[in-house]
């Protein structure tokens, strides 16, 4: 793991007064660089090619000296691939560029873990350390923390064989490594046979399904609950919640029961890839109870993993019958259903910030607020 004070120390080559705030572009990008123009800070997307229209065209910045006309991504950075941005001299240019970096999903899968606590010598706002309790089945994994903080989470089942009721299998797709390859089923045997289906069709591998997590399924709708911690005030924030939009599980819920049945093998098993979020609210009873939850994961991930949770982070809920909360994922970093907030913000951030704050600019926000007071070092690492 880098050390802290190795990046404490290269700030000190940093001009405080042309800082940009750099991304991989993907997942919420556009939020972050939304968020960071709205700030009057620049910004510096890292682009695959092949993947980078959306940045370096669609979304591209124009600016003329009376200030910013349309766009939000100042810099795009195309490289044959994301981890290019790993080698020596694309990382002294983010150096030498003034670049803080806000990671994100795509940053952890694309780049690697590895290669991010451990080779990755640019200023990171957030936590380095916690990036790897997202991976399930590491040691100290979100459920490692969840426990050690008394947080709800959903029954683990440690075999097939213990499914009694409905229950969720969680493992990654066989092909599309960002996505999820779950399916649900409510006894050992659906589980043998759906498990089979899935393989034969090349969604799920045997190796992957050996490691897989089985949980009891909660019942109830789901809401993410995108949060912010601030080390500066000390803080938790709720600045909005978003809920998902999954393939091919959505087209499935819209279809009556018969003709659900009467879907052909190659159809019949929902997928649960993200394709898009939606945003909401929560009945305000709820809301004490969702801070709840915020504050006892912000408490644990300073005892377990020091400093703690900087900036964003994202408890993946859902409810159930009874209004009790059952949190089934956690992104530490900025989650990928802000970008419902982009530029328009969220009623929760709003009424907080008396003013459009969306995640991408809670960020920004932050790091105007710590070179202002001469604390940059406290929100990155």
Request: with cysteine; net charge negative.
């Amino acid at each position: 793991m880098i050390e802290r004070s190795s990046i404490t120390e290269l700030l000190e080559t940093y001009d405080y007064d042309n800082i940009k705030i750099g991304v991989v572009a993907s997942h919420s990008a556009l939020d972050v660089c939304d968020g960071a123009v709205s700030e009057a800070l620049p910004t510096l997307a890292i682009c695959q090619k092949g993947r980078d229209k959306t940045y370096s065209k669609y979304f591209k910045s124009q600016r003329s000296i009376d200030g910013h006309l349309r766009g939000v991504v100042d810099e795009a950075l195309i490289y044959e691939r994301f981890d290019d941005v790993l080698k020596p001299e694309n990382q002294r240019k983010l150096v030498e560029e003034n670049v803080l970096f806000v990671p994100n999903r795509s940053f952890t899968t694309y780049c690697g873990i590895d290669a991010i606590e451990n080779d990755f010598r640019v200023p990171i706002i957030g936590s380095r350390n916690l990036l790897r309790s997202e991976e399930r089945g590491y040691e100290r994994d979100y459920y490692w923390l969840l426990e050690r903080a008394g947080l709800p989470y959903p029954e683990k089942l440690n075999s097939p064989e213990e499914i009694d009721e409905l229950a969720i299998i969680k493992l990654p797709h066989a092909v599309k490594r960002l996505e999820r390859g779950f399916f649900t089923a409510a006894s050992y045997q659906e589980y043998l046979e759906k498990s089979l289906v899935l393989i034969k069709q090349g969604i799920i591998t045997e190796k992957d399904l050996d490691h897989a997590r089985i949980e009891r399924y909660i019942i109830g709708p789901v809401f993410n609950l995108d949060f912010f911690y601030s080390p500066l005030d000390q803080c938790v924030e709720l600045l909005g919640v978003d809920w998902r939009f999954e393939t091919s599980l959505d087209g499935h819920v819209r279809l009556p029961a018969p003709q659900q049945m009467s879907l052909p093998k190659t159809q019949i098993m929902p997928e649960y890839t993200v394709c898009g979020h939606n945003t909401a609210t929560l009945r305000e009873s709820l809301l004490e109870s969702a801070f709840e939850l915020a504050e006892r994961y912000v408490r644990a991930t300073k005892k377990y993993y020091e400093p703690g949770i900087i900036g964003p982070f994202c408890l993946q809920t859902c409810v159930d019958k009874d209004l009790n909360f059952y949190i089934y994922d956690v992104a530490p970093r900025i989650g990928g259903g802000t970008n419902v907030h982009v530029s328009i913000g969220h009623p929760y951030g709003n009424a907080l910030w008396r003013r459009e704050m969306s995640t991408g600019r809670r960020v920004a926000h932050e790091v105007r607020r710590a070179i202002n007071l001469n604390r940059i070092e406290s929100i990155v690492t």
